[in-house]
């Protein structure tokens, strides 16, 4: 199969899926056809490392979307394991009713389907387009439950999701305006290649305008402050597999548009910097995040918050920049991928089992239910940044490379990973540990998502396959 087929195919498969589940009442047929497109999707990532396609003034593929395109496949099919099971429960206890479960199911192959193709667009028109479709997709999924607050969040969501995707839709504008004095109108002024090629011709003062709007706008869909507040009620409303995706997926779709205009700036040579804007705003989510941990009441609410400090990390490694801080911004988001998703298949056990989202009615899991609760322990310290795990070697990273060139921002950044590390331990304790709370029923759902993402979170921290980290090295190249 050729590479330009494959690409095709990539979006197409979810969307030919999104299709047929929209027509199938049954639930399990519908369950096993969302984990075999997901599946697909993933294979067909996969096989793009040997047969790379041409761009063409639509689509594209280079190294750093091969590695997205991969990551969100993997994790879109780990969830949809998860999502069988944990869905049926839904079902079972009253919660979801059949026909809610057929639109799940189509709606999560159309958000797989907006992702790839955000990722794979060589237009910024076509990314924009695509973003947006994901972000009404998982509104819809937000207020599944129809109930007052998940219809609330669901509204919260769309509404700093348009302001977002306005500010972005802006600067992508402002971005064509300077394309076009140098490659001339139409999609050939919109495609990513033809910008790289002719960034140096752009006008500087227009790029800098553009990025700031670009940075705030696509900024909120990476759950970026100050414009962060739909995440945490997204997450606690939503259903569980759906926090996973967008924590695991949907944020690191919105920063991988920041770098790729940021790309564009860097080529330019005259335009500013854009990494001090990245770095600060980075500092801010990660505090912001990092604090709110201490006050929360919801287990889920309480990650969400755990995923705004983690974006904020990663946006810092970016903006520092330099082959080390990028390789670590890309090894920490691999990592935060694998373990926030394998943290929410956690909370989606306890949730059905406990019968509750609330920390002061979940106690003692590692009594009660051994193998969930040492399975929370364990990616609660990965995503905490505990050696040997492998967030401790992507902060490791960052934190050496930004100690050669500012020791003081390392400081700060150090300080700001030790509380949010402080407020998950002070937090998770009573939940892992003590006397079980609540009732001790049996797990419903599948373990074996969660225990594979354990699974490679922690063998990512003692040891990369060599292609993988040649992959990130060349990516980090990409990004300057």
Request: contains cysteine; aromatic residues 12%; hydrophobic residues 55%.
């Amino acid at each position: 199969m050729s590479g330009d087929t494959i690409v095709l195919l990539i979006p197409i498969t979810p969307l030919i899926a999104a299709a047929l589940l929209s027509l199938i009442p049954n639930y399990r047929i519908g369950a096993g056809i969302n984990i075999v497109a997901c599946l697909l999707t993933f294979v067909l990532g996969l096989s793009l490392l040997d047969n790379r396609p041409q761009p063409g003034l639509f689509l594209h593929v280079d190294d750093f979307n091969i590695y997205l395109i991969s990551l969100t496949a993997f994790v879109a099919f780990t969830t949809a394991i998860f999502s069988a099971t944990y869905i049926s429960h839904e079902l079972a206890i009253g919660r979801l009713t059949p026909v809610y479960l057929r639109f799940y199911h189509a709606m999560y192959q159309m958000l797989l389907f907006a992702m790839m193709v955000a990722l794979l667009a060589n237009n910024i028109g076509v990314m924009w387009v695509a973003i947006e479709a994901a972000t009404i997709t998982t509104v819809l999924m937000v207020g599944l439950y129809r109930t007052h607050e998940s219809i609330e969040a669901a509204w919260k969501y769309f509404i700093l999701g348009s302001v977002g995707i306005g500010l972005a839709l802006f600067g992508t504008t402002l971005f064509y305006f300077a394309a076009q004095p140098a490659i001339g109108g139409g999609y050939e002024a919109m495609a990513w290649t033809r910008l790289m090629a002719r960034a140096v011709d752009f006008d500087p003062a227009v790029l800098n305008l553009a990025f700031v709007f670009i940075l705030v706008g696509y900024g909120t869909k990476a759950g970026l402050a100050p414009l962060h507040a739909w995440l945490p009620d997204a997450h606690a409303e939503g259903p569980t597999p759906i926090s996973a995706v967008l924590s695991g997926l949907l944020l690191n779709v919105g920063l991988y548009a920041v770098l790729r205009f940021k790309m564009v700036l860097a080529a330019n040579g005259h335009a500013f910097a854009p990494g001090p804007f990245m770095i600060w705003m980075g500092l801010g989510s990660l505090f912001l995040g990092a604090l709110m941990l201490y006050r929360r009441r919801d287990i889920k609410r309480m990650f969400a918050y755990s995923s705004i400090e983690h974006m904020g990390i990663i946006a810092f490694a970016f903006g520092m920049g330099g082959p080390l801080a990028n390789f670590a911004g890309l090894l920490h988001m691999t990592m935060h991928s694998l373990a926030k998703s394998g943290l929410f298949f956690a909370v989606g056990h306890i949730a059905q089992v406990k019968g509750t989202q609330r920390i002061a009615e979940i106690g003692g899991l590692t009594v009660s239910h051994p193998a969930l609760g040492w399975g929370m322990v364990i990616l609660v310290l990965a995503i905490g940044g505990a050696p040997p795990l492998g967030i401790f070697m992507s902060e490791f990273l960052v934190v050496t490379s930004t100690f050669s060139r500012a020791p003081l921002l390392a400081v700060v950044l150090v300080l700001g990973i030790a509380i949010g590390f402080a407020g998950l331990v002070y937090r998770i304790q009573p939940v892992a540990f003590g006397e079980p709370r609540g009732p001790v029923g049996p797990i419903k759902a599948s373990l074996l998502p969660l225990a594979t993402h354990i699974l490679l979170v922690a063998i990512a921290g003692i040891w990369l396959p060599e292609p993988l980290a040649n992959w990130f090295r060349s990516v980090a190249g990409m990004l300057g």
